[in-house]
Antibody, heavy 126, light 106 residues
Framework: QITLKESGPTLVKPTQTLTLTCTFS??????????VGWIRQPPGKALEWLAL???????RYSPSLKSRLTITKDTSKNQVVLTVTNMDPVDTATYYC??????????????????WGQGTTVTVSS | DIQMTQSPSSLSASVGDRVTITCRAS??????LNWYQQKPGKAPKLLIY???SLQSGVPSRFSGSGSGTDFTLTISSLQPEDSATYYC????????FGPGTKVDVK
């Protein structure tokens, strides 16, 4: 059974750096085809994909936030860490991590976020 | 960047109704399209992947279709527990979510 859980501060001040940890079980991030992604959702708004990291350490970022994001993994600890620099009140949101799996059909891999953490709420305020 | 749009933004329908939600991509994405259901205060749940494949454990009243730029999610017989917001997501080039469609069951 795959589970993921986000952890980190609930309140950060503007300009500070946010560090979130996703601790998972039931899979290994050294297994081919597997990834972990981060997604956020401001109150009452839509989901926004932020970043992902794959088993081979391939990292991808949302173009609109790329300069502020860093994603890393610690395979031995079953953790993925996301840092967001220069936090602003508009970054107030629930932050989720999710397991990314691939289904192979012929020559193509179809990726989806099939298991999600419960989310952690982060408020940015002075 | 690939942009996703959804229509309608919200709808209200009765139990037993057939409901269709449309998702459009700003460029062709083949079948790299997923659908999620999110209930208030909960994490999203994967319903459909690769445009038309039903995720394990998801009721068969949910179905997906489409390819290229236009996709649909259909609920064949709406149930009270289907009240939620539904998001499409492209996985052709990293990921992008649509703005969501809120479904209210009368």
């Amino acid at each position: 059974q795959i589970t993921l859980k986000e952890s980190g501060p609930t309140l950060v001040k503007p300009t500070q750096t946010l560090t979130l940890t996703c601790t998972f079980s039931g899979f290994s991030l050294s297994t081919s085809g597997v990834g972990v992604g981060w997604i956020r959702q401001p109150p009452g708004k839509a989901l926004e994909w932020l970043a992902l990291i794959y088993w081979n350490d391939d990292k991808r970022y949302s173009p609109s936030l790329k300069s502020r994001l860093t994603i890393t993994k610690d395979t031995s600890k079953n953790q993925v860490v996301l840092t967001v620099t220069n936090m602003d009140p508009v970054d107030t949101a629930t932050y989720y991590c999710a397991h990314i799996s691939a289904v192979t059909r012929g020559y193509y891999n179809y990726y989806a976020m099939d298991v999600w953490g419960q989310g952690t709420t982060v408020t940015v305020s002075s | 960047d690939i942009q996703m749009t959804q229509s309608p933004s919200s709808l209200s329908a009765s139990v037993g109704d057939r409901v269709t939600i449309t998702c459009r991509a700003s460029q062709t994405i083949s079948s790299y399209l997923n659908w999620y259901q999110q209930k208030p205060g909960k994490a999203p749940k994967l319903l459909i992947y690769a445009a038309s494949s039903l995720q394990s454990g998801v009721p068969s009243r949910f179905s997906g279709s489409g390819s290229g730029t236009d996709f649909t999610l259909t609920i064949s017989s709406l149930q009270p527990e289907d009240s939620a917001t539904y998001y499409c997501q492209q996985s052709y080039s990293t990921f992008t979510f649509g703005p969501g469609t809120k479904v209210d069951v009368k």
